[in-house]
Structure formats: C-alpha cells, structure tokens
T-cell receptor, first 114, second 117 residues
Framework: DGGITQSPKYLFRKEGQNVTLSCEQN?????MYWYRQDPGQGLRLIYY???????QKGDIAEGYSVSREKKESFPLTVTSAQKNPTAFYLC?????????????FGPGTRLLVL | AQKVTQAQTEISVVEKEDVTLDCVYE???????LFWYKQPPSGELVFLIR??????QNEISGRYSWNFQKSTSSFNFTITASQVVDSAVYFC??????????????FGTGTRLTIIP
C-alpha cells in the first residue's frame, strides 16, 4: 500500500532536549512538507522540500531543522530552541512542484513536553 | 498575501440533516487552487477535493457537493443527509503559487462538525 507514515504516534520531550520526528513516503513524490497544528487552529508550514538535498523555510521555521537525504524521507528535528513545541505535527507530500499539486498527509505525531 | 476564512468554528446538526460549511478566501492571483480536507478524530487529514480558479462548475460526489463562486470568493461545502461518520474537523485551503519554489498551502482555522445521532 502506498502512503505516508509518521513515527512515533506520541513523543515526549524533556526540557532542553532535541527530538526527531520521522516521515516516510512510498508514493514517489518529489515534494514533502512539515506542518504544525495547534488546538483550534489551522495548519502552519514549518519546512518544505521540493527535491533531495534541498529544503526551504516555511512560516514558522524557528526552533526546527530538517534534512532531505533521500527522496522518501523527510525527518523533522524539534530543537531546544523551540520554546513551545507541544503540538500535533503533520507531514505531507505531493507529486510535483507548484501550487497545483495536491498534498497528501500522514497520520501525524503528537509532541508533548514533560 | 493569501488568506482563508472559515467563520463557523463549530456546527452541530441532527443526523440526516443537510449542512453547509462556508469558506471565503482572499488572493491577488488570477490562478489558484482551492482544497477541502477532512480531519477525523484520528488526526490524519483526508483530501476531499481540489478545484482550480478557472473551473466554476459545481461538483458533486455522492452526498458531498461544492459550490465555487469567484464573484464572492467563496468555496462552500455541503453534506447532504449527514451521517455520524461525517463528524470531523473540515479545513478549506488555498494555494496560489504555480511557480516552482514558492508553492504554499494556506489553511483556514477549520470547522468542527458534529452529527448528532
């Protein structure tokens, strides 16, 4: 089955700790995205990547980092610089580049701070 | 800058009633795409429809229908004969960049729909 997987489903972070969220897709999509969702709000773009070894900052990139070493993988690291990391994180991918392409989403990771 | 407004924060209807979710957008581009996604309690966003700015035909898919009106910058979503499984948060989204390197999907804040059995 083709799709997007995210792990873990729940993640707990201690103060000062970096944590990494996994996102993998087997849809052969070029573009991948990370969004953050806070309660009662829409999704906000953190980072996106249109091709391997290249990525761009979204609207709320501060305190986050990403890498794109493989086409199918786009991990997100929440660093200690992110002071309010508690949120629901969604990964998405799309076939190509440009605003016309539909983004498909993974099941999400819920990050909680201990 | 692009913006999407979903003024209805929460809606509750009794099962089998029809319900319309409103979406109003702002963009300066003449070419753009509009989307609707469903987010059930599990959290995953499920794609429902994509519509480009040049196609104002209404679309129907089973119990779902969409009314796109450029004159009022609206892209409303109607569920006919609602069912409990329709309970979810629904997001409207806008993408205006067709140029490589600047694509961005802007989401509304969502409408939480509860279908009462």
């Amino acid at each position: 089955d083709g799709g997007i997987t995210q792990s873990p489903k729940y993640l707990f972070r201690k103060e000062g700790q970096n944590v990494t969220l996994s996102c993998e897709q087997n849809l052969n999509h070029d573009a991948m995205y990370w969004y953050r969702q806070d309660p009662g709000q829409g999704l906000r773009l953190i980072y996106y990547s249109q091709i391997v070894n290249d990525f761009q900052k979204g609207d709320i990139a501060e305190g986050y980092s990403v890498s794109r070493e493989k086409k199918e993988s786009f991990p997100l690291t929440v660093t200690s610089a992110q002071k309010n990391p508690t949120a629901f994180y969604l990964c998405a991918s799309s076939m190509g580049r440009g605003g016309a392409e539909t983004q498909y989403f993974g099941p999400g990771t819920r990050l909680l701070v201990l | 800058a692009q913006k999407v407004t979903q003024a209805q924060t929460e809606i509750s209807v009794v099962e089998k009633e029809d319900v319309t979710l409103d979406c109003v957008y702002e963009t300066r581009d003449t070419t753009y795409y509009l989307f609707w996604y469903k987010q059930p309690p599990s959290g995953e966003l499920v794609f429902l429809i994509r519509r480009n700015s040049f196609d104002e035909q209404n679309e129907i898919s089973g119990r779902y229908s969409w009314n796109f009106q450029k004159s009022t910058s609206s892209f409303n979503f109607t569920i006919t004969a609602s069912q409990v499984v329709d309970s979810a948060v629904y997001f409207c989204a806008l993408s205006e960049a067709l140029v490589f390197g600047n694509e961005k999907l802007t989401f509304g804040t969502g409408t939480r729909l509860t279908i009462i059995p």
